[in-house]
């Protein structure tokens, strides 16, 4: 959803008619033309409860932004829509993750490529996106409560561990390995929701928004 248009098989996708409006990631980019935007970025969500909560708070038509979502580990359409994005655009793009394992997982999927389809990771990885949030670091500024709170799992810590090996957050990303460290020394992990306990509107209205502005990303 967002401030984008373009031509798939023929048809074309006035996204900008209704920026608030999903639709669907195009399946086969060889069918894909035409792409116009006046955004000024692009944000990938993990959920699709958080893509649906920006998009009752309006927050593309505010924001002038594009928003996706692979609804949960990022599937071979959403990334390549995401590269050719990127490539034809030139926008920042920024991903918003829980602060758990598997979040982590998915953004390092995006910037990095999978690791099942190594032989791949160069026609669909995105060296460029920013990671925008939920960092570990962030449970104390945010007042993270107490209830919204889930202690890692024996599988969480395993996983997080086998993580922290991989080479590249050596060589390219090592503020994304010290986050990783703060939620292994914590020992919980907690959703992106979390941080609308005190209001439901605070993703989209203060805290995606401030980030940006600010460059308060990794």
């Known amino acids: 959803m967002g401030w984008l248009k373009f031509v798939e098989a023929g048809r074309a996708i006035h996204c900008i008619r209704n920026p608030n409006t999903a639709y669907p990631i195009p399946v086969c980019m060889e069918e894909v033309?035409?792409?116009?935007?006046?955004?000024?970025?692009?944000?990938?969500?993990?959920?699709?409860?958080?893509?649906?909560?920006?998009?009752?708070?309006?927050?593309?038509?505010?924001?002038?932004?594009?928003?996706?979502?692979?609804?949960?580990?990022?599937?071979?359409?959403?990334?390549?829509?995401?590269?050719?994005?990127?490539?034809?655009?030139?926008?920042?793009?920024?991903?918003?993750?829980?602060?758990?394992?598997?979040?982590?997982?998915?953004?390092?999927?995006?910037?990095?490529?999978?690791?099942?389809?190594?032989?791949?990771?160069?026609?669909?990885?995105?060296?460029?996106?920013?990671?925008?949030?939920?960092?570990?670091?962030?449970?104390?500024?945010?007042?993270v409560p107490a209830r919204c709170l889930i202690q890692l799992t024996a599988e969480d810590k395993k996983k997080a561990e086998a993580m922290m090996l991989r080479c590249y957050l050596h060589r390219e990303a090592p503020q994304w390995r010290s986050e990783l460290e703060i939620m292994l020394q914590k020992g919980v992990k907690f959703e992106i929701e979390a941080l609308s306990v005190f209001s439901l509107s605070f993703l989209a209205e203060e805290y995606i928004p401030a980030k940006v502005r600010s460059g308060e990303y990794i």
């Not at 594009?66 to 599937?75: A, E």
């Not at 829509?81 to 758990?100: A, E, G, K």
């Open 33 to 143: 033309e035409g792409i116009v935007s006046v955004a000024k970025y692009v944000l990938v969500v993990e959920k699709e409860t958080v893509f649906q909560r920006l998009a009752n708070d309006s927050f593309c038509d505010r924001n002038h932004c594009i928003v996706i979502t692979g609804r949960g580990y990022p599937d071979v359409p959403t990334r390549r829509f995401l590269r050719y994005l990127v490539d034809q655009l030139q926008l920042p793009v920024y991903c918003l993750v829980d602060s758990d394992p598997y979040g982590f997982d998915i953004l390092t999927t995006y910037k990095f490529g999978s690791m099942t389809m190594a032989y791949d990771a160069k026609l669909m990885r995105v060296a460029e996106i920013q990671w925008l949030g939920v960092f570990p670091s962030e449970l104390e500024k945010y007042q």
